[in-house]
């Protein structure tokens, strides 16, 4: 039997939508019906009652239900006093965040939270969205940010995970100089001279972003795809080198821009709108609202950061509408 089973079934006993659970848990739900099956198999009894809908629960559902909360709860009590006997102090936050902002964002970020409450003790694990949005639901972390696009939401339950709008982030084309400094690339390029492309694997977040920016771009843009990897920085490189065109996050470009060593294509001109080919996401805070009510030192620091963020976002606010 696997842990993820049993907070599987859970979310299944309290939504009673196989598919609900499924989104809430982040994979397909042909992939958490086999896990709840497993279970079910493991057990050698059904838990659910598919003959009705809304879903419900067998009696050995119900007995078993109370059964995997307390199993849960041991798990996680058990985690939470290990974790007290490793070699980091006790409250430390646990992050979860894309490779793009670990490298970028989040440093300046956690600077400005620090000069309000002091110095934090902080652990990150950069991972892709996906994967950092599933380490919270899972229980594997404190905080994830992370982007949002409203075109790929995050599917949290609001019900259950708080959010702060912390601020947006713009990606867009970019080339490096050529010739008289002018960009080696252009688009949106020809059917018969097309751009080499350096593009995100299908399943990065980034790579979704991307897409969205070339199906709704005013024009068709000629693309040769010529280079593929999952990371904004392997992009860069490679864009830096002059191999082709990326679409790249501004906050892991702004060096490379400001000292000329890569250029936006779509700055605009007399001929070209500016921003045609850019799409501005959200970068996002989240937390677990029932994760962050305990007493532990680290729960309490977490609530305590959460308040500094949101304090800070206040004062932002405050400060655009007075200007």
């Keep these: 039997m696997e842990l993820k089973w049993l907070e599987d079934f859970v979310s299944l006993a309290e939504t009673r939508s196989f598919s609900r659970s499924a989104e809430l848990r982040h994979i397909t739900q042909p992939a958490f019906s086999r896990r709840i099956q497993a279970l079910e198999a493991w057990l050698g009894t059904e838990l659910i009652d598919r003959s009705v809908y809304p879903t419900r629960l067998t009696q050995a559902g119900q007995v078993f239900y109370e059964q995997a909360l307390a199993m ?22 646990e992050f979860a965040v894309p490779h793009t ?13 620090e000069a309000r409450l002091g110095r934090i003790h902080t652990r990150l694990r950069a991972l892709n969205v996906h994967d950092a949005v599933l380490s ?20 949290l339950d609001p019900a259950r995970y708080d959010m702060l709008a912390l601020g947006t ?36 977040y980034l790579g979704r972003m991307t897409e969205v920016i070339i199906a709704t771009a005013p024009t068709r843009l000629y693309l040769d795809k010529v280079y593929e990897t999952d990371m904004a920085e392997g992009l860069k490189a490679m864009a830096l080198a002059g191999h082709g065109v990326a679409f790249l996050p501004h ?9 000329g060593r890569l250029i936006r294509l779509d700055r605009g001109t007399r001929g070209t709108p500016a921003g045609q080919f850019t799409l501005t996401m959200e970068i996002r805070l989240y937390r677990d609202k029932l994760a962050s009510q305990g007493d532990d030192p680290r729960q309490a620091l977490t609530r305590s950061l959460w308040g500094a963020v949101s304090d800070e976002l206040a004062q932002r606010a405050t400060e655009a509408n007075a200007g």
């Excluded at 849960?72 to 936050?93: C, K, N, V, Y």
């Excluded at 902002?101 to 400005?112: A, D, G, I, K």
Aim: proline share 11%.
């Design 169 to 204: 982030e713009p990606i867009s084309p970019f080339s490096a100089p050529g010739k008289g400094g002018r960009a080696r690339y252009t688009l949106p390029a020809t059917a018969e001279a097309p751009v080499p492309y350096l593009s995100y694997t299908p399943n990065a």
């Design 72 to 93: 849960l709860s041991q798990f996680h009590e058990a985690r939470t006093l290990l974790r007290g006997q490793g070699g980091a102090p006790t409250a430390t936050i």
């Design 101 to 113: 902002l670990s490298l970028t964002y989040f440093p300046r970020w956690l600077e400005r939270i």
């Design 251 to 259: 906050s892991a470009v702004e060096d490379a821009v400001e000292e």
């Design 136 to 155: 919270l639901v899972e229980g594997g972390c404190d905080l994830v940010m992370g982007y949002h696009h409203p075109s790929h939401p995050v599917a």
